[in-house]
């Protein structure tokens, strides 16, 4: 039988995840035959633990070892490390080997591939939509990529295989390819990604500074808990987001100040009508959102009925978007 | 078997809640007997719907008519609303009787029930810590208050039998009561309750008013659904909310601007040790929170392993703290 090896450097969430559901892959079923996963982590009691759970079949003694070995390359690390991960194993890929990453943002990592990597290597840009604020491989899940959408950002000198093989790696752990250019992507992911865990962020940090939360801190209830669950996140990736992808947070955070002023200056005014209009609004959009966009994590209720009524789900939009991105992509 | 007959004003997801837990609790166990339960709402369906899911007994032709029936007279409806009920119920409520309502804010609620009501009767001001973001009676729940924080804020004339009356009723629904003075309730809550449903409908408002919110939604995974969430609760309450308790509000949304200015420069110098800070203190001070603050909802997973050598639960802080709070509140 076919063997693929593939090797993850970096066995946190996500690339403890990667290994679990790569592994499990059924091989009759997989394009990559059976998936042979050398892992490698700066933190060996990581490493181990990878290999406990079976996220991995081998441990290499680094980055480098492990991209020497293999046919596909994941960087799984936070984004500022996958620049020196990139110059380490420069060197040692193979020829024709496909080098995919999962940092949350794309320019700058796209554009450290063509700085660092050799041309016989190809470079696709990925990002999986799902996480947890948990972190670390304890935490890592065979089915954190069930049908979320997974971003590609292929380099434009990405070989069309390539291409073609990273697609495959991200329907054989039952994602949804999403292709987009980088600075698209770093634009949107600012906006729901990275300003709600800076909205957490300040929502932890803005009571907890505040002289009355030892009292206030047991008045919290369900809503405080699920607007600051993002705060729970890992602080060396939000540190890294914010590093990397400044000039869109920055943009969020300018109109998030224009909005909460402009909600200040309703209050001041007890504008009724102005506040009715905003949170009907923003009802009204949530609402239409979860109708249409897969957003439930594997266990919990499905969703609600009637949902079929609602003309074409989100899946077959995106298997339309899809295929007209890789047309384009291909011209 | 002794009956006391309680008037629920306003059937929505907090009053149907209400309805259904004392309705369903043991008249041998309950210091009440047997409640019951007569309701009204402006809104005809809403208490026909509370009347087939048994959440009240009776359903009465008026607010006045239903306050005239009762011993305990529960007003359940948006903050704004709660000042009519009050002029209309006042000229009909029994001599001793006790009034209590559900609002998200006190201090406005404390005013207007001294302005209001007679001498005669007693208020005493509470809220529960706990809701959902669906609303309606076809959201009551018959667990909604179970462990949850109940703020009681007895007004300074309320009889010392009245207040141990409300304290019974919130121990009843299996909520904990907990006594504060309006002012701190409404600081308090601006910041854990207010804030987080501003912060969720400034998420929503932001991104969907941006150009890229078509492309942009379809990536929206479960970290935005969370942050979003506040933002589906009902946009009567908010409004209200913020008609009521603007300064606290405002006083929080100046704060949340000057963390989001802080963010921006550290951002701007990318300066990486502020950055690890700030994440790695948020992320501190929310696990600290969930291991010490009950936030579970019905039905959730229970809390983590080894909570219970985290020292006195907050269960217990709080039968101290109210104890102590009770003996304030009857110097």
Redesign the interface.
Known sequence: MKETPIAIIGLGLIGGSLGLALGTADPKESPFGRARIIGYDANKQAMRTARGRLAIDEEAPSAAEAAGRAAIVIIATPVQAVREVMAEIAPHLHQGALVIDTASTKAQVMRWARELLPRTASFVGGHP???SEQSGIDAASIDLFKD??Y?LCPDPQARSEAVDTAQALVETIGAKP?Y?DPE?HD???A???H??????????????R?P?WV???????????????????D??M??DI??TN?PA??R??????R???E??E???E?N?AA??D??????Q???A??Q??P?Q?PGEPGPTPGREDLGPT?GQ??MGRMASRRRREEK
Chains 1, 2 share one sequence.
């Open positions: 939509m799902a996480g979320a959408i971003c999403y987009l698209e634009a949107y992911v906006g729901i990604s300003l709600p865990f800076l909205l957490s962020t300040a929502l932890v940090e803005m009571t907890s505040s009355g009292e206030m801190q047991a008045l919290a209830a369900t809503g405080f808990r699920d607007v600051s669950r993002l705060a729970s996140g602080p060396t939000h540190r914010c590093l400044g947070i920055t969020w955070i300018n109109d998030t100040i909005f909460l002023v909600v200040r309703a209050i001041a007890q009724t506040l009715d905003l949170f009907n609004h923003a009802r959009v949530r609402e959102w979860l249409r966009t957003h994590r989100i939009l995106f």
